[in-house]
């Protein structure tokens, strides 16, 4: 699958069909009085989102998306057919600008909410002129123009909690370890290319949505590496797994490495207006069967003191320690729901 998040298209709303001048003529009605029909609305250019699309790359490939104009009106009072509506169907996350201005037009964040640019309404035909004083107007309204506008649309997924992680942290991993997502993995940087989200069970009824977003580098803010493409579906989530690998083959240590991640983040806050780094993160020592006991407690202990927070030691590959992860994740999002619509 083609992923692309973020592209620019043309749309157009229909025109409005004119209104028709005609009168009526029939045998032994001689002076028959006006009854030219009404022109059709234009067609809508309506966007729409569903849980069926993960990606925008139909609107890449296609950059024209143009309503129908309403039909012309007729005699004997007819009025013009409308002009079919253009439905556009987008992911959930989508957020619609104006290209022209950069205003937020609107944003698609659950399933079925939609955005309408509306078709231009159908001229009055000549029946609706006639007065006291001019029986036999011979004039009708011309429909109204369609609106064609540069939409730019962007995608940022809908994510319960984000995976964070330099490359080969083992995000992928954990991701098909707790979920029914088949994210590739391979032993090299940058096997996850594109965002995967996965559906987190947790118990008999409750779930939640995990995503692996790919592995950062240094400079990812400024675009280094995949850059700040992906770190911007980051903001949906609620909070953060931190994946940080305990191979001891790494380049930089542990804390090294979970210091230069969340300096990522505050770049990232600080160039784009976000609080990336401000949300809460559970920090999570991946790889961890490949330390021995001493060596793990003391890397444990080293990232416990910098982060100030828990740490779990898991193992990915084999499976321990991982469902303490997804329970705390779980936990950290029952929190933040309950933050949410405790009163103020």
Known sequence: ???????????????????????????????????????????????????SRNTLVDYHRRRHWFAEDGEPGGRNQMSGAGGADRRCLVPL????????TGDLLADLDHEGAAWTLPGGRGGLGNQHFATPTNQAPR?????????EMVVRLELKLLADVGLLGFPNAGKSTFLGRVSAARPKVADYPFTTLVPQ????????????????????????????????????????CGGYLHLVSADPN??????????????????????????????PQIVVLNKADLLDAEALESVVGKLRKASRSRVLPIS?????????????????????????????
């Open 250 to 279: 790494e380049d930089l240590d542990p804390v090294a490495r979970w210091r230069k991640l969340n300096g990522e983040l505050r770049a990232y806050d600080e160039a784009w207006g976000s609080d990336l780094f401000q949300r």
């Open 316 to 344: 990915a590959r084999n499976g321990e320690g991982v469902a303490a992860a997804v329970a705390a994740a779980w936990e950290l999002l029952r929190s933040r729901r309950a933050h949410a619509v405790s009163p103020a």
């Open 93 to 100: 996350g989508t957020l619609l600008f104006d290209d022209a």
């Open 1 to 51: 699958m083609h992923f692309l998040d973020e592209t620019s298209i043309i749309v157009r709303s229909g025109a409005g069909g004119k209104g028709h001048v005609s009168f009526r003529r029939e045998k032994f009605v001689p002076d028959g009085g006006p009854n030219g029909g009404d022109g059709g609305h234009g067609g809508a250019v309506v966007f729409q989102a569903t849980a």
């Open 139 to 147: 004039k009708a309204q011309p429909g109204e123009p369609g609106v």
């Open 197 to 236: 989200l996965g559906v987190v069970r947790v118990g008999e009824e409750d779930s939640f949505v995990l995503a692996d977003i790919p592995g950062l580098v240094e400079g990812a803010a400024e675009g280094a590496g995949l850059g700040h493409r992906f770190l911007k579906h980051l903001e949906r």
